[in-house]
């Protein structure tokens, strides 16, 4: 009997882990497709770009961009900083940093996961060279690395996407990671993003 059941428990780990991999498949299909689509209409780059692609939505809207700021993570070599304004500017501060706060964070997570799965070869091809060859070096940081990186999320100073990657390669669990990133993202989320808006209306004001 006990036999049977560990033979069955194997079984729906099997599945459970074939089931994940098909879906990590698929997913990565739907965002290399996303990608291609945003990149040809621009909106990764442009904030006009971005609200009139948003407002064919209607109440979709800010699941599509959350998508679009998962994206912009997932991808670093995506300009975050059009999302993180565009966020505030097209649904206001409250719910643009909200918005953000949900997308940033979620991307973050799937990078993490993404990283512990494939390992550095598949990191190497998500990031540009010279930034790689800079920040691997954390990795010699050993026992210190997740102090350090926790640092670097609370404060908005360091490429944090690249060193979503960087941490899953380390021995960080996710739970540890999860709760860094919720509880270091908002602060750096809202002097982003509110500092972005002030520039703005600085150069409006200018004009």
Do not use: H
């Amino acid at each position: 009997m006990a036999t049977k059941a560990k033979e069955i428990c194997i079984d729906n780990n099997k599945r459970t882990a074939m089931l994940l991999n098909v879906s990590t498949v698929v997913g990565l299909i739907l965002m290399t497709l996303f990608i291609i689509y945003g990149v040809q209409n621009k909106i990764f780059s442009s904030q006009e770009a971005l609200s009139q692609f948003l407002g064919r939505f209607g109440f979709w809207a800010p699941f599509i961009f959350i998508m679009v700021q998962i994206v912009q993570v997932v991808i670093p070599i995506l300009p975050g900083a059009i999302g993180c304004l565009g966020g505030v500017l097209i649904f206001g501060p409250v719910w643009g940093f909200v918005y953000n706060y949900i997308g940033i964070c979620i991307g973050s997570v799937l990078a993490f996961r993404l990283s512990k799965q494939y390992g550095q070869p598949f990191v190497r091809s998500m990031v540009k060279e010279k930034s790689y060859n800079k920040y691997i070096t954390w990795l010699e940081k050993g026992d210190k690395f997740d102090k350090a990186f926790a640092i670097a999320i609370f404060l908005p100073v360091a490429p944090d996407d690249l060193l979503c990657y960087i941490a899953g390669l380390t021995k960080m669990t996710l739970k540890k990671f999860t709760w860094i990133i919720l509880l270091g993202k908002p602060l750096s989320i809202l002097i982003y993003s509110l500092g972005l808006t002030g520039i703005m209306e600085m150069i409006k004001n200018f004009i």
